[in-house]
């Protein structure tokens, strides 16, 4: 059980287009996810809080409306990186919070970005 | 303000042998520890937690750590490290004090096992 899944694992796109990551809890239901990012060989850094039916909640220094983030149901957190740069080329990590379990976190495989 | 220090970015054991890998923390409150396993090109996966229970955690795989308030640590140990406990290990503290229960994470232990 408590499984979280990552849709794409990697993908590969141009400068200027957007690309939609999809973040799923498989058997259980997720009022908050979080999404982050990592640098290689670096650690993991919160990007924001994302809450179902409600606006995300975004780290101090990352764009709100570059990482667009939906959180739409309880199984189901997008986030939607727009108009991506190279720069935009990482590592993306999202987790569930169980709704009846609030001190656990369960990650995702991770979303490889490249942006040529 | 909480915070979370691993005092080595690679550690290097051989087989058999015990692992040691070091945390600190920095927390306003009483905070929910975790030790979580970064293999290469998997997800992250829980060690083991501490919330206020009992201060020696067990995990999976044979590692434990243990809470220790006045030295402000939660060390994770393995008496005998094994070839598939290679990979990067995250110390991570809960910020609980927001509400939001976010994570922060150390900046990562690199562990190879060496035959």
């Known amino acids: 059980g408590a499984v979280v899944s990552q849709h794409p694992s990697r993908v590969i796109c141009k400068s200027g287009t957007s690309v939609k990551i999809e973040c799923r809890s498989l058997?259980?239901?997720?009022?908050?996810m979080f999404w982050y990012r990592q640098f290689p060989k670096k650690s993991l850094m919160l990007m924001a809080t994302?809450?179902?039916?409600?606006?995300?909640?975004?780290e101090q220094g990352v764009e709100k409306d570059k990482f667009l983030i939906n959180h739409a149901s309880l199984t189901l957190s997008t986030l939607t990186v727009t108009s991506a740069h190279p720069e935009d080329s990482s590592f993306y990590i999202c987790?569930?919070?169980?709704?009846?379990?609030?001190?656990?976190?369960?990650f995702g495989p991770g979303t490889r970005l490249l942006v040529l | 303000a909480q915070s979370v220090t691993q005092l080595d970015s690679h550690v290097s054991v051989s087989e058999g042998t015990p692992v040691l890998l070091r945390c600190n923390y920095s927390s306003s409150y009483s905070p929910s520890l975790f030790w979580y396993v970064q293999h290469p090109n998997k997800g992250l996966q829980l060690l083991l937690k501490y919330t206020s229970a009992a201060t020696l955690v067990k995990g999976i795989n044979g590692f434990e750590a243990e809470f220790k308030k006045s030295e402000t640590s939660f060390h994770l140990t393995k008496p005998s490290a094994h070839m598939s406990d290679a990979a990067e290990y995250f110390c991570?503290?809960?910020?609980?004090?927001?509400?939001?229960?976010?994570?922060?994470f150390g900046s990562g232990t690199r562990l190879q096992v060496q035959p």
């Open positions: 987790s569930a919070r169980p709704t009846e379990a609030q001190e656990t976190q369960y």
């Open positions: 058997d259980f239901q997720a009022t908050t």
């Open positions: 991570v503290v809960s910020l609980s004090d927001t509400g939001r229960r976010a994570l922060t």
């Open positions: 994302s809450n179902e039916g409600s606006k995300a909640t975004y």
